[in-house]
């Protein structure tokens, strides 16, 4: 009687401290959402400086001289851009994460406002589609210089269409509206149609963007896996096949330890936190889509190589596998929501994603509800209130957590 009775205590005590984080993250929630209502959902990019009107032109179009500008207005630890000529905007891909985010909500508590929210902001993304493709797909609202390629305004990626793609099937999932799924199919016929295949192997790997060899594992792993999750509802076997082939280039590509480089040429190899949870999440979804589970083992090496790698004791999340700074906000977004997803596989899952959460809302939220795009020393902290990269996608994971902590045999 004794033992029971602790037990019983026990589990009375957990459910109380989880009954007090989720009340601390359900507050983070609305201070993030009053900000957002604020600022009209508009704010800057991580990568917008090519939109420095001022200062722009000083670059002569030279890819040195862009790529400068760029990432100089991203790793100034001071917000330069209301100096330079760059104005706030909305973000294609910001408005996919808000729709998740605001869809897990309306799951978690049956508010209609949630639900109101999530249409709103899918219909936005229905009517700011990159036009002259073969399907929906969606760009940057700015210039952007990569490594490998420039990518010219509104020039759609892989990246954006297929995680923007994840909201209209988590729409279509709860709302059973036929017109989200229908978005979600043309997105597919994007894919198909529109982007180079490589070749590599067994497998292929999904072009970044239209008419470019621009080959990244996690890229190629979203339009994958997005190729799966529309076919578990349409049965196109089209999706199916090239969805297995995109899985097969990146799992031959992992290396012995467990990890995926960024990208297979030499300037790419790199191991990053945000990138390998994409990856992870994206194995995951192309198995429960199809039924194959021909990778589980490239995904459990995976996963234990990132949680084993990424986090310091207190939930501290790394950026790069072998440094902890800089500290920026993707790693935690990206770490909470990718936790929680492996939570049904991995018991630790969910306390590991609520230490990350409380970190972050410890130690990156401002005051004013938005969180900060970087710290690089407990004192020099870059604050910028960058919209897609940090606003939306910590929107989205604090939804997820929000939802995964409710208590046993509540409903909405």
Not at 204 to 232: E, K, M, Q, W
Request: glycine content about 8%.
């Amino acid at each position: 009687m004794a033992s029971t009775t602790a037990s019983v205590g026990r589990q009375f005590e957990a459910q109380e401290g989880n009954n007090t984080l989720r009340s601390e993250i359900h507050e983070s929630i609305l201070r993030l959402f009053g900000w957002l209502e604020k600022n009209d959902y508009r704010s800057y990019d991580t990568f917008d400086g090519l939109s420095a009107r001022f200062v722009r032109p000083l670059t002569f179009e030279s890819k040195f001289l862009r790529t400068l500008l760029q990432q100089g207005v991203r790793r100034f630890p001071l917000n330069l851009r209301p100096l330079l000529g760059v104005e706030k905007g909305h973000s294609t891909k910001g408005m996919g994460y808000l729709a998740r985010g605001f869809i897990r909500l309306h799951q978690a508590t049956g508010e209609s406002v949630w639900a109101d929210k999530a249409e709103f902001a899918l219909q936005w993304l229905i009517q700011n589609q990159s036009p002259g493709y073969s399907g929906a797909c969606w760009g940057n609202h700015f210039d952007y210089q990569s490594r490998s390629f420039y990518l010219p305004k509104g020039v759609p990626t892989i990246v954006w269409s297929s995680l923007i793609g994840q909201a209209f099937l988590d729409a279509y999932d709860h709302f059973r509206e036929d017109k989200y799924l229908q978005i979600a199919n043309s997105i597919c016929e994007h894919v198909v149609r529109d982007l180079k295949i490589h070749p590599d192997g067994k497998g292929v790997c999904i072009n970044y963007i239209p008419g470019s060899d621009c080959l990244i594992h996690n890229s190629n792993t979203l339009g994958g896996c997005f190729l799966a999750r529309t076919y578990s509802h349409t049965q196109n076997e089209t999706y199916r096949a090239l969805a297995q082939k995109a899985m097969q280039y990146t799992a031959e590509h992992q290396r012995s330890d467990g990890s995926w480089y960024y990208g297979e040429k030499p300037n790419l190899h790199w191991v990053d936190n945000f990138h390998t949870g994409y990856i992870l999440d994206c194995f995951k979804h192309y198995s429960e889509s199809t039924g194959d589970h021909r990778f589980d083992r490239r995904l459990k090496d995976g996963y234990e190589f990132w949680k084993n790698t990424f986090f310091l004791p207190d939930g501290t999340p790394k950026y790069y596998d072998h440094k902890i700074l800089p500290l920026d906000i993707q790693c935690c977004s990206q770490a909470i929501d990718t936790l929680v997803f492996f939570s049904d596989h991995d018991s630790e899952g969910l306390q590991l994603a609520s230490k990350v959460a409380q970190w972050t809302i410890e130690n990156m939220q401002d005051r004013t509800g938005y969180f900060y795009y970087r710290r690089y020393s407990r004192w020099l902290v870059n604050k910028t209130p960058t919209l897609h990269w940090g606003q939306a996608t910590m929107m989205c994971a604090l939804a997820g957590l929000y939802r995964s902590l409710q208590p046993t045999g509540c409903q909405s």
